[in-house]
């Protein structure tokens, strides 16, 4: 087995609401390859999203130990984390999040502006199918591409981790194979460790594996066959 990218020991994740503790994450255990694609599967409040957000360095756990390669993320400062943020995490979101008065090339050079060796936006962009559009501005762009434009943006500093939760929840069937190509092509070609978070049992296949998540719990670990193409995905 190769050396993990990430890896998890007892992951826990608890909340307070008041005089009530919700625990999101209860005693995760997990481990990504370098350059595999992973599904976390799971209806909304299993922790899905939770542990995406501990992976990213959004958030810090309750106890269990993270690491990422040879960085203890659990206990690295908010300085350490800002940098493994900025120079090793890509974030894909359900929502776009694109700047209304920027071109898409201007939206993803916002991203290269403070990475340490980045792609060029035009190259970001043409990597996604979208070279023909990089002048246009998010309100001329279809939510399928204005996706494949903040995939863009997330792909552009060349991160070694891509997180994307819920890419294709505000989108339809058809644009969303065609974003789920994208990331798929993305992870293929530069490698990056892709965990990909939905609630669709549907998408399941695209990945090398799936992570099945129930009240905070891997429940079930699957391993693929074979990959299937996005084009061959039906919900």
Same mark, same amino acid.
């Given at each position: 087995m190769p050396t993990p990218a990430l890896s998890a020991v007892? &992951?826990?994740?608890?909340?307070?609401?008041g005089e009530v503790e919700?625990?999101? =994450?209860? *005693?995760? #255990?997990?481990?990504?390859?370098?350059?595999?694609?992973?599904?976390? &599967?799971?209806?909304?409040?299993?922790?899905?999203?939770?542990?995406?957000?501990? =992976?990213? *360095?959004? #958030?810090?756990?309750t106890s269990g130990t993270l690491h990422f390669g040879a960085l203890e993320?659990?206990?690295?400062?908010?300085?350490?984390?800002?940098?493994?943020?900025?120079s090793e995490v890509g974030f894909v979101f359900q929502f776009y999040n694109l700047i209304p008065s920027l071109t898409a090339e201007e939206n993803v050079a916002l991203i290269t502006e403070i990475a340490e060796a980045p792609m060029a936006p035009a190259e970001a962009l043409a990597l996604v199918g979208l070279a023909d559009r990089r002048d246009h501005f998010p309100s001329q762009l279809s939510g399928g591409q204005q996706q494949r434009v903040a995939i863009?943006?997330?792909?552009?500093?060349?991160?070694?981790?891509?997180?994307?939760?819920?890419?294709?929840?505000?989108?339809?069937?058809?644009t969303g194979r065609v974003v789920l190509d994208a990331i798929a092509q993305v992870n293929r070609e530069l490698g990056a460790t892709t965990a990909l978070v939905t609630h669709n049992a549907a998408i399941a296949g695209l990945g090398d594996?799936?992570?099945?998540?129930r009240d905070g719990?891997?429940?079930?670990?699957?391993?693929n066959e074979k990959r299937a193409n996005a084009s061959e995905l039906s919900w």
């Open positions: 007892a &992951l826990t994740k608890r909340y307070h609401m919700v625990a999101a =994450l209860q *005693g995760v #255990d997990l481990s990504l390859a370098p350059g595999e694609l992973v599904i976390l &599967l799971g209806p909304s409040g299993s922790g899905k999203s939770t542990l995406l957000n501990l =992976l990213g *360095g959004l #958030d810090t756990p993320l659990t206990s690295a400062d908010e300085a350490a984390l800002t940098r493994y943020r900025r863009a943006r997330a792909i552009a500093k060349r991160p070694k981790l891509l997180l994307c939760d819920e890419p294709t929840g505000a989108l339809d069937v058809a594996r799936v992570l099945h998540f719990r891997i429940v079930e670990r699957h391993q």
